[in-house]
Protein backbone atom coordinates (compact mmCIF):
# COMPACT_ATOMS: atom_id res chain seq x y z
CA UNK A 1 0.00 0.00 0.00
CA UNK A 2 1.83 3.62 -0.98
CA UNK A 3 -0.96 5.74 0.80
CA UNK A 4 -3.48 5.04 3.52
CA UNK A 5 -5.45 8.12 4.33
CA UNK A 6 -7.81 8.09 7.53
CA UNK A 7 -9.06 10.16 10.31
CA UNK A 8 -8.21 10.58 14.08
CA UNK A 9 -9.90 11.50 17.45
CA UNK A 10 -6.66 13.27 18.48
CA UNK A 11 -3.66 14.44 16.86
CA UNK A 12 -0.62 15.59 18.92
CA UNK A 13 2.60 17.72 17.79
CA UNK A 14 4.21 14.72 16.86
CA UNK A 15 1.91 13.45 14.53
CA UNK A 16 0.89 10.58 17.29
CA UNK A 17 -2.62 9.77 17.56
CA UNK A 18 -5.47 8.43 19.12
CA UNK A 19 -7.77 6.58 17.33
CA UNK A 20 -10.79 3.85 17.74
CA UNK A 21 -13.84 6.27 18.66
CA UNK A 22 -15.64 4.88 15.80
CA UNK A 23 -14.76 1.15 16.94
CA UNK A 24 -12.48 -0.12 14.03
CA UNK A 25 -9.07 0.64 15.04
CA UNK A 26 -7.61 -2.94 14.96
CA UNK A 27 -8.59 -2.83 10.69
CA UNK A 28 -7.72 0.81 10.85
CA UNK A 29 -3.78 -0.18 12.46
CA UNK A 30 -3.54 -3.11 10.24
CA UNK A 31 -3.70 -0.45 7.14
CA UNK A 32 -1.87 2.29 8.53
CA UNK A 33 1.07 -0.44 9.04
CA UNK A 34 1.54 -1.58 5.99
CA UNK A 35 1.16 1.95 4.07
CA UNK A 36 4.36 3.49 2.93
CA UNK A 37 2.72 6.34 3.90
CA UNK A 38 -0.11 7.30 6.24
CA UNK A 39 -1.85 10.77 6.27
CA UNK A 40 -4.66 12.00 8.54
CA UNK A 41 -7.18 14.77 8.42
CA UNK A 42 -9.33 16.03 10.91
CA UNK A 43 -10.73 19.11 11.95
CA UNK A 44 -9.12 21.72 14.25
CA UNK A 45 -10.71 20.34 16.97
CA UNK A 46 -8.60 16.65 16.97
CA UNK A 47 -5.07 18.99 17.17
CA UNK A 48 -3.54 18.86 20.52
CA UNK A 49 -0.03 19.71 21.55
CA UNK A 50 -0.41 16.58 24.06
CA UNK A 51 -2.00 13.05 23.45
CA UNK A 52 -5.43 12.96 25.93
CA UNK A 53 -5.74 16.90 26.02
CA UNK A 54 -8.84 17.39 23.37
CA UNK A 55 -9.64 13.52 23.46
CA UNK A 56 -11.59 13.32 26.55
CA UNK A 57 -13.74 9.66 26.17
CA UNK A 58 -10.02 7.95 26.87
CA UNK A 59 -7.49 5.68 24.80
CA UNK A 60 -9.87 2.97 23.15
CA UNK A 61 -8.94 -1.03 23.46
CA UNK A 62 -9.74 -3.73 21.86
CA UNK A 63 -10.31 -6.90 23.90
CA UNK A 64 -11.16 -10.47 23.54
CA UNK A 65 -15.03 -10.50 24.77
CA UNK A 66 -14.06 -13.45 27.68
CA UNK A 67 -11.34 -11.11 28.61
CA UNK A 68 -12.64 -8.30 29.02
CA UNK A 69 -12.89 -7.99 33.05
CA UNK A 70 -9.25 -9.33 33.61
CA UNK A 71 -8.09 -6.83 31.66
CA UNK A 72 -10.27 -3.89 33.00
CA UNK A 73 -8.44 -4.96 36.66
CA UNK A 74 -5.09 -5.38 35.09
CA UNK A 75 -5.15 -1.61 33.55
CA UNK A 76 -6.19 -0.45 36.67
CA UNK A 77 -3.68 -2.30 38.36
CA UNK A 78 -0.76 -1.21 35.92
CA UNK A 79 -1.96 2.32 34.53
CA UNK A 80 -4.45 3.41 37.15
CA UNK A 81 -7.13 4.85 36.11
CA UNK A 82 -10.43 3.71 34.99
CA UNK A 83 -10.99 1.19 32.37
CA UNK A 84 -15.01 0.99 30.76
CA UNK A 85 -16.40 -1.24 28.78
CA UNK A 86 -18.33 0.44 26.03
CA UNK A 87 -21.66 0.25 25.84
CA UNK A 88 -23.69 0.23 22.93
CA UNK A 89 -26.01 3.15 22.35
CA UNK A 90 -28.83 1.37 19.81
CA UNK A 91 -28.65 -2.28 20.76
CA UNK A 92 -28.84 -3.75 24.95
CA UNK A 93 -24.54 -4.60 25.69
CA UNK A 94 -21.19 -3.62 24.65
CA UNK A 95 -19.54 -2.26 21.36
CA UNK A 96 -19.09 -5.48 19.16
CA UNK A 97 -16.32 -4.63 16.86
CA UNK A 98 -15.65 -5.97 13.26
CA UNK A 99 -13.48 -8.28 14.87
CA UNK A 100 -15.91 -9.93 17.09
CA UNK A 101 -14.50 -7.93 20.08
CA UNK A 102 -15.46 -5.34 22.78
CA UNK A 103 -13.92 -1.94 23.20
CA UNK A 104 -12.62 -0.59 26.82
CA UNK A 105 -12.01 2.87 26.97
CA UNK A 106 -9.15 4.24 29.34
CA UNK A 107 -9.65 7.22 31.10
CA UNK A 108 -6.14 8.64 32.63
CA UNK A 109 -5.18 11.47 34.41
CA UNK A 110 -1.88 13.43 33.96
CA UNK A 111 0.51 13.51 31.04
CA UNK A 112 1.25 10.07 29.77
CA UNK A 113 4.67 8.12 28.35
CA UNK A 114 2.82 6.68 25.34
CA UNK A 115 5.33 4.43 24.19
CA UNK A 116 5.34 3.10 27.59
CA UNK A 117 1.67 2.90 28.37
CA UNK A 118 1.21 1.09 24.84
CA UNK A 119 3.69 -1.34 25.68
CA UNK A 120 2.16 -1.93 29.15
CA UNK A 121 -1.79 -2.59 27.01
CA UNK A 122 -0.31 -4.74 24.48
CA UNK A 123 1.51 -7.10 27.11
CA UNK A 124 -2.01 -7.37 29.01
CA UNK A 125 -3.10 -10.81 27.75
CA UNK A 126 -6.85 -10.65 26.28
CA UNK A 127 -5.53 -7.19 24.45
CA UNK A 128 -5.93 -7.19 21.22
CA UNK A 129 -4.78 -3.85 20.06
CA UNK A 130 -4.89 -0.28 21.03
CA UNK A 131 -5.97 2.93 19.68
CA UNK A 132 -2.43 4.60 20.17
CA UNK A 133 -1.23 4.86 16.72
CA UNK A 134 2.51 6.14 17.20
CA UNK A 135 5.57 6.83 15.21
CA UNK A 136 2.80 5.79 12.27
CA UNK A 137 1.45 9.17 10.13
CA UNK A 138 3.42 11.30 8.58
CA UNK A 139 1.95 14.08 8.19
CA UNK A 140 -2.09 15.11 9.53
CA UNK A 141 -4.19 17.85 7.62
CA UNK A 142 -6.45 20.38 10.26
CA UNK A 143 -9.49 21.82 8.35
CA UNK A 144 -10.82 24.35 10.25
CA UNK A 145 -14.13 25.96 9.66
CA UNK A 146 -13.20 29.18 7.79
CA UNK A 147 -11.64 26.60 4.95
CA UNK A 148 -7.76 27.31 6.38
CA UNK A 149 -5.75 24.20 6.64
CA UNK A 150 -2.64 23.38 9.03
CA UNK A 151 -0.53 21.07 8.34
CA UNK A 152 1.58 19.09 10.99
CA UNK A 153 4.75 16.83 9.44
CA UNK A 154 6.04 14.20 12.08
CA UNK A 155 9.58 15.56 13.35
CA UNK A 156 12.08 12.27 12.80
Known sequence: IDVAIDGADEVDDDVNLIKGGGGCLMQEKIIASCSKR?????????NSRVLGTTWQKGVPIEVLPMAYKPVQLKIRQLLGGIAVLRMASGKAGP????????????????????????????????????????NMASVAYFGSPDGDVLVRTRRN
Request: glycine letters at 8%; charged letters at 20%; zero cysteines.
Open 38 to 46: FFVIADTRK
Open 95 to 134: VITDNGNFLIDWKFEGMQEWLAVDRVLQNVPGVVETGLFL
